[in-house]
């Protein structure tokens, strides 16, 4: 296809990266012409304003977005125009209540769920939206030959194309990615004015919970703003809860129910979360290997796993403060816990005897539930 893009931040120049090296024609254009000249220099696509593209993409920010679908709608009378905005209800109201005859019917706004904390063409990634959801939003009316260019190229770069209407979509994105943005900063917010010797206590619980905090102030500002209403709404949620968990604090009576209920709550809504490609929540084992920080030693590590026919299922990483010492957690199947435990022991890395009678009481339990007929586990195995 030839596809024009209109905006080339991160998104837009990822998306220029991706579709290039699959054999799309990509054209660029953004408001500042050093921003469009960098996209094309790495590589995203050429400077210029296209006579005929069949697809306009908007990669740009939340609160101009329609302004500019609405222009390219007018520009480019054949062409299919979508946008990668992280909000829709409220862009599709605007673009229709601004287009003209059958113009609405050549709009079909979408969101890939992919992003960095670093924003601009310079962070731009060919492989950003691989495997990643990438949201169309679509309804009874659409053209299926419009809605077959978009599903096209977002599958073309890797994403994984899910269809919903664009009312649930931003009540779902308020949940997963724009609450806990807002949640993310004001805890990194509250390290401002902590002294040095604090914070060098941070483990990487911290560093897990305030990773998004360095995200473009700007860009977020635009996307709340956007989504003014269900953020608002959640938040409220979070306070309500914020607030029981602090009256709970003074520990008066039936304040140790409120706190172990708030917490135990979060384990509810954190395993409803999905495993590995999109699949059910999969309870994993973990294997903590302690190392020194030097050249090749996580190599080795994996190398050795790899030798054990042992699948890594997934990994964390913590590092020691003041010395060269760190620590893996390696998450494998329950059943194979103690497998590697040995294996690495016996090969001369620092597992802590704790690890080798934990991966025994995970199996334990783990084969256990599975005597009784839990499907969930069974089918885990």
């Not at 024609?25 to 790495?42: N, W, Y």
């Not at 709340?224 to 709970?248: F, H, K, M, T, W």
């Not at 140790?256 to 395993?271: C, D, H, I, K, Y």
């Amino acid at each position: 296809m030839r596809v024009h893009i209109i905006g080339t931040g991160l998104l837009g120049a990822s998306l220029g990266l991706a579709l290039r090296a699959t054999g799309h024609t990509v054209t660029l254009a953004d408001a500042s012409p050093v921003a469009a000249r960098l996209a094309a220099d790495i590589g995203a696509g050429t400077v210029d304003t296209p006579a005929d593209p069949d697809v306009v993409v908007v990669a740009a920010p939340p609160d101009v977005v329609a302004g500019i679908v609405l222009r390219a709608l007018h520009d480019w009378p054949a062409a299919t125009v979508t946008d990668v905005a992280s909000v829709k209800g409220g862009i599709l109201a605007q673009v229709a209540a601004g287009a003209h005859d059958h113009e609405l019917d050549r709009y079909i706004g979408s969101h890939p769920m992919a992003g960095r904390e670093k924003s601009g063409a310079i962070a731009a990634r060919e492989d950003l939206f691989r495997a990643r959801p990438w949201v169309v939003c679509s309804d009874e009316d659409t053209p299926p030959e419009r809605l077959a260019q978009v599903v096209a190229l977002a599958q073309d770069v890797g994403g994984a194309v899910v269809h919903l209407d664009p009312d649930f979509h931003d009540s779902s994105v308020a949940r997963v990615s724009h609450a806990p943005q807002v949640v993310a900063s004001l805890l990194a917010a509250q390290l401002k004015e902590m002294p040095e010797d604090g914070v060098a206590l941070a483990g990487q619980g911290l560093r897990d919970t305030t990773r998004i905090a360095e995200s473009d102030p700007g860009l977020w500002t635009q996307i709340l703003a956007g989504n003014a209403e269900e953020v608002r709404r959640v938040l409220s949620g979070l306070r309500r809860d914020l607030d029981a968990v602090i009256g709970a604090l003074d520990l008066g009576p039936g304040s140790l129910r409120v706190l172990a209920g708030a917490l135990a709550a979060g384990n509810e809504g954190r395993a409803r979360i999905p495993g590995k490609h999109g699949s059910g929540p999969v309870h994993y084992a973990e294997v903590t290997v302690f190392l020194d920080d030097a050249l090749g030693t996580l190599g080795r590590l994996f190398n050795d796993i790899g030798e054990l026919g042992i699948n890594v299922e997934d990994i964390r990483m913590d590092h020691a403060t003041g010395v060269k010492l760190g620590s893996v957690d390696v998450a494998v199947l329950p059943a194979r816990a103690l497998e590697l435990v040995h294996g690495l022991s016996a090969r001369g890395w620092w597992v802590p005897e704790t690890a080798g009678a934990q991966a025994a009481e995970e199996t334990t339990t783990d084969n256990s539930a599975g005597d009784l007929g839990d499907d969930t586990n069974s089918g885990e195995q």
